[in-house]
């Protein structure tokens, strides 16, 4: 299994491009995030999805789009960058049980500047 | 907001020492779960704790839960160059199928 994965891995955009982020798991989790980190910020939850068609926003979604057409993944679309975006993000996968979602995976992240 | 807040904020000792993290948190939770993070790289899962269980071991590693003070504390013992790191606490609110919300986490040195 190759886990989680994520791409690009790096990435630099100037302000007002937008551009998608990619992210797949193949292990048939049924929730997938997205987070980003930043420096002495630690991970904030920005888009989630509990199933295929169904997703939700969390703590700093405004700017970031997501869908989820199939199982496996969880695309993070950037509408017009802005240099308040450059962070690293990360997407995880888990299954979900009782109460919620369960062991998180992490792909790599994306480290992305918006100049 | 965010809802767990690991203490301390960094946290220095020599190899062979034990090293205590703690986190607290502001509602009811479904389960708590704790998270490693070597420099530049994505998080690694610890162990998960439910809101029903009270302590829980892997290896060197203990966390205790106390819903009545909202806390867990992740225990590190004999700690080895290795275990330098940053360590998160996250959890899920006990409403429905919330998601998993992280703290800013605690940065671990440990000197060899």
């Known amino acids: 299994n190759a886990g989680v994965t994520q791409t690009p891995k790096f990435q630099v955009l100037k302000t007002g491009q937008s551009m998608t982020l990619q992210c797949a798991q193949d292990m048939n989790h049924e929730y997938m995030s997205w987070y980003r980190q930043d420096p002495g910020m630690g991970l904030r939850l920005i888009h989630y999805?509990?199933?295929?068609?169904?997703?939700d926003q969390g703590e700093v979604p405004n700017g970031y789009n997501v869908s989820r057409s199939t199982t496996e993944d969880f695309p993070l679309r950037l509408l017009s960058a802005a240099p308040s975006q450059t962070s690293v993000y990360f997407c995880a996968s888990s299954r979900v049980l009782a109460g919620g979602p369960n062991e998180q995976f992490f792909g790599p992240g994306t480290r992305l500047t918006v100049l | 907001s965010q809802q767990g807040e690991e203490d301390p904020q960094a946290l220095s000792i020599q190899e062979g020492e034990n090293a205590t993290m703690n986190c607290s948190y502001k509602?009811?939770?479904?389960?708590l779960q704790w998270y490693r993070q070597n420099s530049g790289r994505g998080l690694v899962h610890l162990i998960l704790?439910?809101?029903?269980?009270r302590e829980k071991h892997s290896g060197r590693l203990r966390v205790t839960l106390d819903t009545s003070k909202k806390s867990s504390s992740l225990l590190i013992t004999a700690s080895r160059a290795a275990d330098t790191a940053s360590y998160f606490c996250?959890?899920?609110?006990?409403?429905?199928?919330?998601?998993?919300?992280f703290g800013k986490g605690t940065r671990l040195s440990v000197i060899a």
């Open positions: 509602t009811s939770i479904n389960n």
């Open positions: 704790i439910r809101s029903n269980e």
């Open positions: 999805s509990v199933g295929a068609g169904i997703t």
């Open positions: 996250a959890t899920i609110r006990n409403s429905g199928n919330t998601p998993l919300v």
